[in-house]
């Protein structure tokens, strides 16, 4: 089942109630005439608007509750996981009945399908731990684009004998393998892919007779696999969760931007950093998980410059539109400021019309909302839209790039902020 294509900025947050009660080639704008006041307050960098209350708002209701929601999350999902592996191992001894095992299936799947919502939501959120040490962290969680179908088979079996390739001397610890072996990529591997066969070239010899074992063992083995995954992809939350709310961590270094001992000289150089985050929307969204799958422009793919089903974000559980969907709702909460507290919305929208860019906001919004529709136009997977609606998947494309044009150009410029190094000369 797929996510609803239509989910509001924290439906994930509903549903999981228990959690949660033509652009630019500078890389820096230049600040407009009717930026800023004639009264700046201390540290707000050179604006009358109120940045600390932005980051305060953006950090406590919106950020904050969905790395929360998401090490809640991975818990549970142990737990499922947990569960369904424990039958598919009942089955192989005999001890239990298909029907049972197929319905802890389907509760271990949509635990995966909610954990990835929620961190499909966390992806516009790539500030402070999740960038630092070139993105580690949030690479051992979600390594996309990068991916190891074959590194993950290795894995299995590795962790099956407790030994790397059968040698004494290397015993098997998720946590010292590659990221693209690891977290929500390799789970949606494990529990998704009903092609029990390995994935690699050339067999090494842990999977020497892999393909000749009876298919409820490789079953077996796989769920064992991805309980460990499972376990993994919590620590990596809980990590990201405790260094985030220490009380040295980076929530408090947001909110207290521009104060003595801050490691911000001032709140617009904090708001510059999660607005360097909302960049997402055009890197990865627009250019990463549909221009390159359409074949668009500059972009190639697996299969040249044409459309190319196989190198969609989510191409075994099937929810790269979801993953859209969620990407845009969670660039709306952001750029409107729309978290757990309905009383508390300052946002980015406010600052602009503080800025004298009410028309950037409305154009903004109105982006948002015609992007959400596009994504919502589309049938099915992204993987088949491909190929029977493609006109449908470049629209979408072309909205979000609406959307993405305007951040990269009047955004930046209304508010005096820099833009990303990697946006940089990026005339797309």
């Known amino acids: 089942m797929l996510f609803s294509q239509k989910m509001k900025p924290l439906a994930i947050a509903c549903a999981l109630s228990v959690i949660l009660t033509g652009c630019g080639e500078s890389t820096s ?30 950090v406590d209701n919106v950020i904050t509750p969905t790395f929360n929601a998401f090490q809640t999350q991975s818990e549970q999902n142990i737990a499922a996981v947990s569960a369904y592996c424990g039958l598919e191992q009942q089955v192989l001894a005999g001890e239990a009945v ?36 070139d993105k580690q962290l949030r690479n051992v969680i979600y390594s996309w684009p990068s991916k190891s179908l074959c590194g993950i088979d290795q894995d299995v079996a590795y962790f099956e004998d407790g030994l790397i ?7 098997f610890d998720i946590k010292d393998r590659t990221a693209n072996r690891r977290g929500l990529i390799s789970l949606e591997h494990l529990l998704f892919n009903q092609n029990l066969a390995h994935n690699c070239s050339v067999a090494n010899d842990a999977l020497a007779d892999w393909d000749m074992r009876p298919e409820q063992s490789r079953k077996v083995a796989r769920c064992q696999f991805a309980v460990e995954v499972a376990k993994d992809l919590h620590d990596n939350a809980t990590v990201l969760v405790n260094t985030w709310n ?13 104060e003595p001992g801050s490691q911000f000289e001032s709140a617009h150089l904090a708001v510059n950093v999660i607005s360097d985050a909302l960049f997402y929307l055009t890197e990865e969204v627009k250019d990463n998980k549909l221009a390159v799958p359409l074949g668009l422009g500059q972009f190639t793919n697996s299969c040249g410059k044409v459309a190319c089903p196989q190198d969609v974000e989510s191409g075994i559980a099937n929810v790269s539109l979801a993953y859209i ?32 860019g009410t028309q950037v906001k409305e154009a903004m919004i109105l ?21 029977d609606e493609n006109d449908k998947v470049v629209d979408t494309h072309d909205q979000v790039k609406v959307i993405t044009d305007q951040l990269k150009n009047d955004f930046i410029n209304k ?14």
């Open 415 to 428: 508010l005096a902020l820099e833009l990303p190094k990697t946006s940089a000369g990026d005339n797309d």
């Open 29 to 58: 704008s230049t600040s407009g005439p009717d930026f800023g006041g004639n009264q700046p307050d201390p540290g707000q960098g050179g604006t009358t608007f109120d940045e600390r209350a932005l980051l305060t708002n953006l």
């Open 98 to 133: 298909e029907a049972q095992r197929d319905e802890a299936y389907v509760e271990a799947t949509q635990s995966w399908r909610d954990l990835a919502q929620i961190w499909q939501h966390a992806e516009l959120m790539q500030v402070g731990p999740l960038v630092e040490n």
């Open 367 to 387: 982006g948002i909302a015609n992007a959400k529709a596009a994504v919502t136009n589309i049938n099915g997977d992204l993987q088949q839209a491909l190929i």
């Open 246 to 258: 220490a009380d040295n961590g980076y929530a408090k270094a947001l909110k207290t931007a521009g």
């Open 165 to 171: 390739n059968l040698d004494p001397n290397k015993p």
């Open 325 to 356: 969907s969620a990407n845009i709702s969670a660039f709306e909460q952001l750029f409107l400021g729309q978290g757990v507290n309905t009383e508390n919305t300052t946002g980015f929208d406010d600052f602009l019309d503080q800025e004298n």
